[in-house]
């Protein structure tokens, strides 16, 4: 099955920085790349996704990227606040074999104002 | 209101004591799924279900059972819970047909087993 890792398990940084989240899959076959949000104490959400035809995509302050050849891709955000403070999780699923998805260990990135 | 609940928020049981956690979404989703969390692990699955009597193994399904005799309804069971089961459980639940893969998650169930 696919194999999933995320790094780093935690960032900080100072408002108005950049973070950047890294992830590396293991199955060729995936091809939907979604990361997730979680806030303290509450459910993960959809921030952003990428599909493999794609090589970056963007929404206000954060964007994703996606290396097909090297089996990685980037969650960037820029001008960092406060409310960005958070756990995000990488995903990789193949969609044509639709079933498992497989998510990263998670990055806990903490703002400092 | 689109949503995914599940129910109970906080349980606290024994070792061995069966117990149900229940998951209901009311957005006419085929596909279901069920999470666990925990520190330094993220989100791994335990089973989930492409459709009604539909169900498969995730990544982590030892001790825990699944059914899905209604679309809306994604009960977890867990039949004899030992301590390694306390943690916080994810269901979610997402439309396989069309182009959107976003997966909506209920609030969670924080389990404790002693």
């Known amino acids: 099955g696919e194999n999933v890792e995320q790094h780093p398990s935690t960032l900080s940084v100072q408002e108005g920085d950049s973070a950047v989240i890294k992830c590396t899959y293991s199955?060729?076959?995936?091809?939907?790349f979604p990361w997730y949000k979680q806030e303290l104490g509450k459910r993960p959400q959809l921030i952003i996704d990428?599909?493999?035809?794609?090589g970056e995509k963007k929404d206000q302050r954060i964007a994703v990227t996606l290396n097909k050849t090297a089996k990685h891709f980037s969650l960037h955000i820029t001008e960092t606040q406060p409310e960005d403070s958070a756990v995000y999780f990488c995903?990789?699923?193949?969609?044509?074999?639709?079933?498992?998805?497989?998510f990263g260990s998670g990055t806990k990135l903490n703002v400092k104002p | 209101e689109a949503q995914v609940t599940q129910n109970p928020r906080y349980l606290i049981t024994v070792t061995g004591k069966k117990l149900t956690v229940t998951c209901s979404q009311n957005?006419?989703?085929?596909?279901m799924s069920w999470y666990r969390q925990d520190p330094g692990l993220g989100l791994r699955q335990i089973y989930y279900?492409?459709?009604?009597?539909?169900?498969d193994k995730g990544d982590v399904p030892e001790g825990y059972k699944v059914s899905r005799k209604e679309k809306r309804n994604f009960p977890l069971i867990l039949e004899s819970p030992s301590p390694n089961q306390t943690s916080l459980y994810f269901c979610?639940?997402?439309?396989?047909?069309?182009?959107?893969?976003?997966?909506?998650f209920g609030p969670g169930t924080r389990l404790t087993v002693t």
């Open positions: 979610a639940s997402m439309r396989i047909a069309g182009t959107n893969y976003e997966q909506y």
């Open positions: 995903a990789a699923i193949p969609i044509v074999n639709f079933n498992k998805f497989y």
């Open positions: 957005m006419n989703h085929e596909y």
């Open positions: 199955d060729s076959a995936s091809n939907y």
């Open positions: 279900s492409m459709n009604v009597e539909v169900t």
């Open positions: 990428i599909r493999s035809n794609v």
